[in-house]
């Protein structure tokens, strides 16, 4: 079952339990799912769902970040409820050393050394399941690093 056919079943369910929080989250996500269809004049693979699914998630966390400074506790408890909700469609995160070997990986695969060459072949890798400057810092160490043994 594809990712996009499982959030539709859990909204229907969702509504049919009457789950306001789940439904108005997985409407949110089903809408960002539609626009994304509509730009691309075709349906959604799990990769493109996996890509709002992480934005939507990024910008729950950033909000609390914004609600906490504000002293907004009550919409603080919001985004991070509805980002609990997003995760649980999520792949779960890789650890810095997975992403780390992945990097090396994807390093020795091209022949990159540059970081231009190999962002968008790790980013395609770890989509949904590690953060694009996280990334990118990573990327940079592991450049370093390979130039200081040269």
Known sequence: MSLKTRI?????????????RRVWTLRTVWSAIQVEEKKKGDEATDAVVLRVLSTL???????AEQFQAGHRSDLVEKELA???????????????????????????????????????VIMQRVAGRAEGKVVN???QQELARIQQQD
Not at 8 to 20: F, G, N, P, R, W
């Open 8 to 20: 539709h079943q859990d909204l229907v369910a969702a509504m049919k339990a009457k789950d306001e």
């Open 57 to 63: 998630l990024k910008q729950r966390k950033e909000a």
């Open 82 to 120: 509805e980002a609990a909700i997003i995760e649980e469609y999520l792949p779960p995160p890789l650890s810095e050393e997975e992403l780390r070997a992945e990097i090396r990986a994807v390093i020795a695969e091209t022949g990159g050394r540059k970081l231009g060459q190999i962002m968008p």
């Open 137 to 139: 810092a990573l990327v």
